[in-house]
Nanobody
């Protein structure tokens, strides 16, 4: 298993930016997939962005395309999420997660960080 620790959440006005970081435990094998999810009270956890750590391919939820950027610093075992043009509907707890490949796609995300709150108001 990979231990994940997020940081960088906070409060920002609409139109502002925040950057989230997620450090993965150095002793673990680098996961094949890393992703950001978010969750608001009473709602299902939503996938925001995913990156395949081997090839660097990225995918985004439609709601964040063009505003959010997921990236990875392999040397520092750190996952990032740059969030621009934030809107109130982006308010949520953001989690990073890791998964192994299942064939050519990400398998179940089994390793999760503790979450970091992002508030846009």
């Amino acid at each position: 298993h990979v231990q994940l620790v997020e940081s960088g959440g906070g409060s920002v006005q609409p139109g502002g930016s925040l950057s989230l970081s997620c450090v993965a435990s150095a002793h673990a094998t680098r996961p094949s997939c890393m992703a950001w999810f978010r969750q608001t009270p009473g709602r299902v956890r939503q996938g925001v962005a995913v990156i395949y750590t081997g090839g660097g391919s990225t995918y985004y939820a439609d709601s964040v395309k063009g505003r959010f950027t997921i990236s990875l610093d392999n040397a520092k075992n750190t996952l990032f999420l740059q969030m621009n043009s934030l809107q109130p509907e982006d308010t949520a707890i953001y989690y990073c997660a890791a998964a192994r490949l299942l064939g050519a796609v990400c398998g179940e995300f089994r390793d999760w960080g503790q979450g970091t709150q992002v508030t846009v108001s």
